[in-house]
């Protein structure tokens, strides 16, 4: 609650769990699979999740949710 009430970010719950979900699959991946988890990796694939996901919103949100994950990268 307090990094929601300190960031003021519109799409903080959409970030969050996107987040969060790709540090799951890090997990699983090294326990199912043996992988290694590193940040470069889940970097990656929270970034083209999270523009994949961008697609389901309208053009005007579209562009505010890119413009918020741009300080992130």
Avoid: V
């Amino acid at each position: 609650m307090q990094a929601k009430q300190q960031l003021r970010d519109p799409f903080f719950m959409e970030i969050f769990i996107i987040a969060s979900w790709h540090i799951w699959k890090q997990r699983n991946n090294f326990i199912f699979d043996r992988g290694r988890p590193s940040f470069i990796s889940w970097k990656t694939s929270f970034y083209e999740e999270a523009k994949l996901q961008a697609f389901i919103l309208s053009e005007e949100k579209r562009h505010a949710f890119l413009l918020c994950l741009d300080p992130l990268s």
